[in-house]
């Protein structure tokens, strides 16, 4: 059968040779391209950061301006700080205990920071400002491990109340400090003590025998007296050693005594002390507003690229062209978002405005098509969608119009038997329509209704009275006898078919076509719906010659070739070439028989 009527010019496509190349359709597994890698170039990502712009400045704006409330709102605040040295007795605990460790020295300073933090020194700088505990003012404690320096930092919008809270905590762990080396002195003393005593005692328990025997030596006579010596000397000798034993922890035990007194004094002096006293700041502390305004930039920026990317890894819509290569479908064309089209619902924009934007995409979506039946023979296709409401209605009655345009006798069926839509597109009746020519009510010449503006090439054939059980009636050996003789009566067919994955009538269309072409909604069509309706396609053994990208927000200059003259060039709208009757109900198809539908080929 010939793409075009006989009287009509041919169409540039049929000059091209049979060896035009034909892009090659991306392998891909469940969406994942098998032919390309997979990781994002600097490119990718300055795209999703284009396409996401809005996540990207808002935060861009925000924490800048937060930054600069916050800065600005805040009042001023001075810092001051003291710094102890730690005494000798603490620094050299280490070397005094046989280790210098960091471990070792770690525990030593943390142990200091317990003292400078505990409760005993809330109570003196309570009692030193003269404030209960829970009001006493605080500070910042830390320590340099690298110089065994304590420092005691106070913030405060005084700069005077600063300088006082960070000398008052400094001064409280001074006392602290050498209270707590008067305690262990003085414990260590009265410990001394009690064992000179215990030496005393166990001394005279010890010469306690010696001691009787040397009172009966003083009251002997004359004549006993050689005899009380002789007792004498022989317990004396018997216990000399123990007695000298004992004495000399005795001597030792009184030289430890004089010794810790003596070095009270020396230990107190080598104790901490305060190396650097707080005095009142006289500039603020607080950050340049500048410096903050400039953070927040950064952060601003490095959170919206992260909330972008966010964003577009949890976005699972189709929104452009790759995304359709990446599901394993060709790309036939993109149809940008409508414009200046009143309040009509489904816009025909291939007649509306034949020079407008959409109209344009449409041509390359036809184009597009007829490149395809070059290689293998496409004259008629159904148009489908994932879902309901995605513009396959509105995709396949300006691809009819297209193709009708380009001189080829086109046929557009409308096969949605449980919504169907084309007759409202057209403003023609709903019945008769196929569903009366399968049914013998009607014959296909008198279902069908040309469009005056394209007699010649366009005809539409309406749903008909809607079936009880669609799917069953697409099924029928009774309805692919009527769509077989309706394709054969034109050289292009386009059917508009129920969405796939509400219902299963498209799958049986499929079989009664050349190809199918899927409608996707861009921006609101998942890829798990568009991966699911081409999966029951393909087991259903459909061939799936490309999709179609609607709503696609693209600036219409791109479409935009006009001539300039003098003369006032007049153009035909849908409203006024098909406008044959005034008022709401009006019907502009024409019931009368097409100029291309035969008698013979009326099916009864």
């Given at each position: 059968m010939?793409?075009?009527c006989p009287?009509?010019p041919?169409?540039p496509v049929?000059?091209?040779p ?6 090659e359709v991306p392998r891909?597994?469940?969406g994942v391209?098998t032919?390309?890698p997979q990781?994002?170039?600097l490119g ?6 284009r396409?996401?712009?809005?996540f990207v400045?808002?935060?861009?704006l925000v924490v800048?301006?937060?930054a600069?409330?916050l800065?600005?709102?805040q009042?001023?605040q001075?810092?001051?700080?003291a710094r ?5 007795t ?5 070397v005094?205990?046989?280790s210098?460790?960091t471990a070792?020295r770690?525990?030593?300073l943390e ?10 020194a809330?109570a003196?700088v ?5 404030v209960?505990?829970d009001d006493v003012?605080?500070a910042?404690?830390?320590a340099e491990?690298d110089a065994?320096?304590i420092?005691?930092r106070?913030?405060?919008?005084n700069?005077e ?11 409280a762990?001074?006392d602290?400090k050498?209270e707590?080396t008067?305690?262990?002195i003085?414990?260590?003393?009265a410990?001394l ?27 002997a006579?004359d ?8 007792r004498?000397d022989?317990?004396?000798s018997?216990i000399s050693g123990?007695?000298?034993l004992?004495d000399?922890q ?5 030289s ?9 004094d020396?230990?107190?002096g080598?104790?901490?002390r ?5 005095t009142p700041?006289?500039?603020r502390?607080?950050a340049?507003?500048s ?6 930039l950064v952060v601003g920026?490095?959170?919206g690229?992260a909330?972008?990317?966010?964003r ?5 819509a ?8 990446d ?6 064309g993109?149809?940008?978002t409508?414009?200046?089209t009143?309040?009509?619902e489904l816009?025909l ?13 449409y041509q390359k979506?036809r184009s597009a ?14 148009v489908?969608?994932a879902n309901?409401?995605e513009g396959k209605?509105t ?8 193709m ?6 086109t046929i557009l069926?409308d096969?949605?038997?449980?919504r169907p839509r084309?007759h ?9 329509g196929?569903?009366n020519?399968v049914l ?6 008198e279902s069908a209704?040309?469009?005056?503006a394209?007699a010649?090439?366009?005809?539409v054939?309406?749903?008909?009275a ?8 697409i099924?029928s050996?009774?309805f ?14 386009v059917?508009?078919?129920?969405p ?17 072409l899927?409608?996707?909604?861009a921006g609101?069509t998942?890829?798990?719906?568009v991966?699911r309706?081409l999966a029951?396609l393909t087991k259903?053994?459909a ?6 990208l ?5 600036s219409?200059k791109?479409?935009t070739y006009a001539?300039?003259?003098d003369e ?5 709208t849908m409203?006024?070439?098909?406008r ?5 109900d009006?019907?502009t ?10 008698t ?5």
């Amino acid at each position: 059968m010939p793409n075009a009527c006989p009287k009509c010019p041919r169409s540039p496509v049929a000059e091209l040779p049979e060896s035009f190349p034909l892009r090659e359709v991306p392998r891909t597994v469940r969406g994942v391209r098998t032919d390309s890698p997979q990781e994002l170039e600097l490119g990718d990502y300055v795209a999703i950061l284009r396409r996401r712009w809005i996540f990207v400045l808002l935060p861009v704006l925000v924490v800048p301006w937060a930054a600069f409330f916050l800065s600005a709102s805040q009042p001023d605040q001075f810092v001051s700080e003291a710094r102890v040295l730690l005494g000798d007795t603490a620094a050299q605990a280490a070397v005094d205990a046989g280790s210098q460790s960091t471990a070792f020295r770690n525990r030593l300073l943390e142990n200091e920071l317990r003292l400078a933090t505990g409760d005993a020194a809330d109570a003196d700088v309570a009692r030193r400002f003269g404030v209960a505990v829970d009001d006493v003012p605080t500070a910042t404690i830390t320590a340099e491990t690298d110089a065994d320096i304590i420092v005691f930092r106070s913030t405060s919008p005084n700069p005077e109340t600063a300088a006082n809270v960070a000398n008052a905590w400094a001064d409280a762990y001074l006392d602290l400090k050498a209270e707590q080396t008067e305690s262990s002195i003085d414990g260590a003393v009265a410990q001394l003590e009690t064992k000179l005593s215990e030496l005393q005692a166990e001394r005279d328990d010890v010469r306690s025998d010696l001691g009787a025997l040397e009172e009966r030596l003083a009251r002997a006579t004359d004549a006993t007296r050689n005899q009380a010596q002789l007792r004498v000397d022989r317990e004396a000798s018997a216990i000399s050693g123990t007695v000298t034993l004992i004495d000399a922890q005795i001597a030792a035990t009184a030289s430890s005594i004089t010794n810790l007194t003596l070095s009270a004094d020396l230990a107190l002096g080598n104790g901490p002390r305060i190396i650097g006293v707080a005095t009142p700041a006289e500039n603020r502390s607080n950050a340049p507003v500048s410096r903050n305004i400039v953070l927040g930039l950064v952060v601003g920026a490095i959170l919206g690229a992260a909330l972008a990317l966010l964003r577009e890894n949890l976005d699972t819509a189709v929104r452009t062209p790759q995304d359709l290569e990446d599901l394993g479908l060709v790309h036939l064309g993109s149809i940008p978002t409508a414009k200046n089209t009143g309040e009509r619902e489904l816009a025909l924009a291939s007649l509306e405005d034949t020079e407008g934007p959409q109209a344009a995409a449409y041509q390359k979506v036809r184009s597009a098509i007829e490149f395809m039946s070059l290689e293998d023979e496409l004259n008629s296709i159904v148009v489908t969608s994932a879902n309901q409401g995605e513009g396959k209605t509105t995709a396949a009655a300006n691809l009819a119009t297209a193709m009708a345009q380009a001189n080829k006798r086109t046929i557009l069926l409308d096969c949605d038997l449980r919504r169907p839509r084309v007759h409202k597109v057209f403003r023609t009746k709903q019945t008769p329509g196929i569903t009366n020519v399968v049914l013998d009510s009607s014959t296909l010449a008198e279902s069908a209704w040309p469009i005056p503006a394209l007699a010649e090439s366009l005809v539409v054939v309406p749903s008909g009275a809607l079936p009880p059980h669609p799917a069953s009636f697409i099924a029928s050996p009774a309805f692919a006898s009527a769509t077989k003789q309706l394709t054969s009566l034109g050289d292009f067919t386009v059917i508009d078919g129920p969405p796939l994955l509400p219902v299963a009538d498209t799958l049986s269309l499929a079989h009664h076509v050349s190809g199918v072409l899927i409608v996707v909604d861009a921006g609101r069509t998942s890829r798990d719906d568009v991966e699911r309706a081409l999966a029951s396609l393909t087991k259903a053994g459909a061939r799936v010659i490309g999709a179609v990208l609607i709503g696609v927000k693209q600036s219409a200059k791109s479409y935009t070739y006009a001539y300039s003259s003098d003369e006032e060039v007049e153009r035909l709208t849908m409203d006024e070439a098909t406008r044959t009757a005034s008022g709401d109900d009006e019907v502009t198809g024409s019931n009368d028989r097409p100029a291309f539908f035969s008698t013979e080929a009326e099916v009864k």
